[in-house]
């Protein structure tokens, strides 16, 4: 199994729609990230959390809004989907001296 | 602001021949800096790290990096390219800013490898 499990791995939207991405890990790290992946921009960070009671957003969080609902899971919502989110989201994890961040499988996130 | 570049969109290498793709950084501290790999429709799998110690780093799959301070480079390099190690490859340096231990990552490198 895997250390780092999104689901779904693919979706497809309406714009509009409240969509939520799950992240689950038993890496037992404390940090948490989700990421987003467009061609020719590399990952950009969305949002980030040390701990449960510690979240912080990233460099790319307008529209987007996350939960932290035990150490090991975070979840990405999209309160109301726009057509320019359509990417490939990663989650992932760090120990507190997050040397080595390890990412999840990505979910590809497709709003029509 | 840290930074990571990327200057080659694409590297083109034949079986058997070596390989480098290129990074640069730019830190305000000591630089830790990561390569990591993406195959089509996967993740991003960890390669290998620099923090400190020997210049000269050792990776998964046969892949290393040299860490050069005066050219604040760090190439990733492999002697014998496979084709199986066609994929997008990702430099990344260490946030020292206000996502301390947020990875901030360069635009990747296609590296085609023809049989």
């Known amino acids: 199994d895997a250390d780092v499990t999104q689901t779904p791995r693919n979706r497809i939207t309406k714009t509009g729609k409240r969509i939520m991405l799950e992240c689950s890990q038993t890496?037992?790290?404390?940090?948490m990230y989700w990421y987003r992946q467009d061609p020719g921009l590399g990952l950009r960070l969305i949002y980030y959390?040390?701990?449960?009671?510690?979240?912080n957003k990233g460099e790319i969080s307008d529209g987007y809004s996350v939960s932290r609902q035990a150490q090991a899971k975070f979840s990405l919502s999209l309160e109301s989907a726009i057509p320019n989110q359509t990417a490939l989201y990663f989650c992932?994890?760090?120990?507190?001296?997050?040397?080595?961040?390890?990412f999840g499988e990505g979910s590809w996130l497709t709003v029509v | 602001a840290q930074s990571v570049a990327q200057p080659e969109d694409q590297v083109n290498v034949a079986e058997g021949n070596p390989l480098t793709v290129k990074c640069t950084y730019s830190?305000?501290?000591?630089?830790?800096l990561f390569w990591y790999v993406q195959y089509p429709n996967r993740g991003l799998q960890f390669l290998l790290k620099?923090?400190?110690?020997?210049?000269l780093v050792k990776g998964s799959y046969g892949f290393e990096a040299e860490f050069n301070k005066s050219q604040t480079s760090f190439h990733l390099k492999k002697p014998s390219a496979l084709v199986s190690d066609s994929a997008l490859y990702f430099c990344?340096?260490?946030?020292?800013?206000?996502?301390?231990?947020?990875?901030?990552f360069g635009k990747g490198t296609k590296l085609s490898v023809k049989p």
């Open positions: 992932a994890t760090s120990n507190r001296y997050g040397n080595t961040i390890y």
């Open positions: 890496k037992g790290h404390d940090r």
């Open positions: 959390s040390f701990d449960v009671k510690d979240i």
């Open positions: 830190v305000s501290g000591n630089p830790y």
């Open positions: 620099y923090i400190t110690g020997d210049n």
């Open positions: 990344a340096v260490r946030d020292y800013g206000g996502s301390q231990g947020n990875l901030i």
